[in-house]
């Protein structure tokens, strides 16, 4: 194969920006040849906005049978992605889907299940992965250099959100269509940072959050969740859509020393010892290791989608390694699944959650909820700029 | 009355300090006529580094009933401060304490009762009351800038002890000695800033805190409290003495702004409308209030506690206000009591603590201790450029 033919499900606002993307082709070594959506206007979209040929499918069965793609990109509803995933691993297709995995850890595991029998390659746009600013953080703690973790603080308030966007679709931040709100959408990503970056996962989660505390929703708006690791270290994960101007602040604790990421700036404290060896050592009462503060230049361009994409279809035609692999997708999912459970138990949850229980706890929430929008305008938004 | 006569009780590391800056006349209109201590060394101290005439007193009851001071300053051991203070207003002294005000909420309201009915002039050394910094933030949140509260987050692993720290003292770091660690000792100018910057006290916490996790001493070296507020706004609040480098910052978000000061920096972002008004407003699906960063520029010197003294000394002469009452003195207390109890009972506690109930469970913690400090030092630290 020396040219990817991929085909696009969903066309909503991430597929469309991936149709344009290939169609312009920004991506090397890959084009696109199909995409399928039942709707309508982003049906006239795709054929007044590409140049190429490609081929329009209105229903999955006949996208998979007939498009002859070598690889789809997933861009559907958050609750497709794991089933959409499975068929195309069925029919032999390489699969990317778009964060989160899925909505429940329950049928991700299957999706994973499915990706390593089938022998594809499985990427998901965890497009923060591709940031020199994360990749940076990973492997300042990776190498030993932050030392045993003590704490992690991730403050993500930055991505707002005002009701204008929860009102752009009927399948926004409920239960049924989207599974959950600020959680599932945009702090997925930095719940991805925070395990991938700090190499562990959380023990227990202890969280609390708010159904439609600031917009006219069903779903959470603002978390925060205090977490317990293995080691005894703990954390902290807030995340909201409700504040203006947000905050976006990750800080990771070590024995050897500190990380802070603040806009995009990184900066590193670096002990000259171990804190710990120093405490056992010092006598001088007061008094502390000392350190130096390295500000790391990192250049952060707006341009990881296209990074992933690209290493998507690298690792098809080369075998080379990919950034993102699609089984780490659960992850994240993880940790979202036990803050909500932590939630809705009100008490500590233990990772992995159990996932025939979050299933069930979901389809509560689902089945008894009476909300209703209120104005749904259907507009597809332009993500530029955005996570 | 125009030189107040002071007598200080307790010559440790904050006693030590009160005494030079009064015998060195940095305090206007005050003068140190007596101090009051059972520590023969100190008392050899106090004779060595003072000019003036200081009458020295081993016992309390003498030196309240014969040193002839018109005030005291109360620098001993936290659990004492209540009872101290209350013989003091019985005599007819003037008061400050050191904080906490206490340990327990019980009888530091008795303490507030007795300055009450004494009509004694009360303050209470919380320093950064003074700190033109924090000032600036209270102006900004009470003038109504900041807007509504929504969320508080306060980091304070900035006071990093060595192990030498709490070998230092018999009484430092153990429940019968001083009732806590970091919440009680190092931390609670911060619990005070935190309410008396924003206005309000929490409506209830859930709280993990660590007993000896960096060090060790059997009260708690790292906290991490969630906090709900009565309008619904949430907060976290995150101390140690166990980090190096620390974290020193305080975000404080409402609905028309958001304040954040870090390494004494303040930073305002001004929102230009209501987020809440935009968000009902607002249109266009991605989009957020239009805001501007204004660095305000404070400076902050490390005289703080001169200005207390100064500030309580001015108010016994001219009537003037307190900066920091000394019945307000139980706020902070308030909030570590109730994360201390959340922690203990593993479950939310609502505020203001039961104080019978908190009384009960110290007790419990003071009579079950079976620690043995390992390695006590009996060492009196300089606390120079420490709070």
Not at 149 to 167: C, E, F, G, M, V
Not at 265 to 290: C, D, I, W
Not at 323 to 337: M, Q
Request: proline share 3%.
């Amino acid at each position: 194969m020396k040219i990817v033919k991929i085909g696009v499900i969903g066309i909503g606002n991430m597929g469309s920006s991936y149709v344009e993307m290939l169609d312009k082709g920004q991506i090397k070594g890959a084009m696109l040849t199909a995409v399928c959506s039942s709707n309508e206007g982003r049906i006239a979209w795709v054929e007044t906005h590409t140049q190429g040929d490609v081929k329009i499918f209105k229903d999955e069965e006949t996208f998979f049978n007939e498009s002859g793609v070598d690889a789809v990109i997933i861009a559907t509803p958050h609750y497709s992605h794991p089933e959409l995933a499975k068929k195309a691993f069925a029919k032999g297709k390489h699969v990317i889907i778009e964060k989160p995995a899925g909505v429940y850890t329950k049928n991700v595991l299957e999706m994973n299940a499915a990706a390593k029998s089938s022998g594809k390659v499985f990427s998901i746009m965890y497009n923060q992965r591709a940031n020199p600013l994360y990749q940076k953080v990973r492997d300042l703690v990776q190498s030993g250099q932050v030392g045993d973790l003590k704490r992690t603080n991730l403050i993500y308030t930055a991505p707002y959100r005002p009701q204008s966007y929860y009102d752009s679709s009927k399948w926004r931040a409920t239960w049924e269509g989207e599974g959950g709100g600020v959680l599932i959408n945009q702090a997925v990503h930095q719940l991805d940072i925070l395990q991938w970056t700090t190499g562990v996962m959380p023990k227990s989660i202890r969280a609390s959050s708010s159904l439609g505390k600031y917009h006219d929703i069903e779903v959470e708006d603002d978390v925060t969740a205090f977490i317990e690791y293995e080691n005894g270290a703990t954390g902290v994960f807030i995340a909201s859509t409700g504040e203006a101007p947000g905050t976006h602040r990750f800080e990771i604790v070590g024995d050897r020393g500190k990380i802070v990421v603040e806009d995009e700036k990184l900066v590193f404290h670096q002990l000259a010892q171990s804190e710990r060896e120093f405490n056992a050592t010092y006598t001088g009462g007061f008094g502390m290791p000392e350190s130096q503060k390295i500000e790391i230049p990192v250049v952060s361009e707006n341009d990881n989608h296209k990074i992933i994409i690209q290493n998507w279809v690298e690792a098809i035609l080369k075998d080379s390694p990919l950034l993102s692999p699609g089984e780490e997708g659960v992850n994240a999912l993880e940790i979202s699944n036990a803050i909500y459970l932590s939630s809705w138990l009100n008490e500590s949850v233990h990772l992995p959650v159990d996932a025939n229980l979050y299933y069930e706890k979901l389809q509560e929430k689902i089945n008894t909820s009476t909300f209703q929008k209120k104005h749904v305008t259907n507009t597809t938004l332009d993500v530029k700029g955005t996570h």
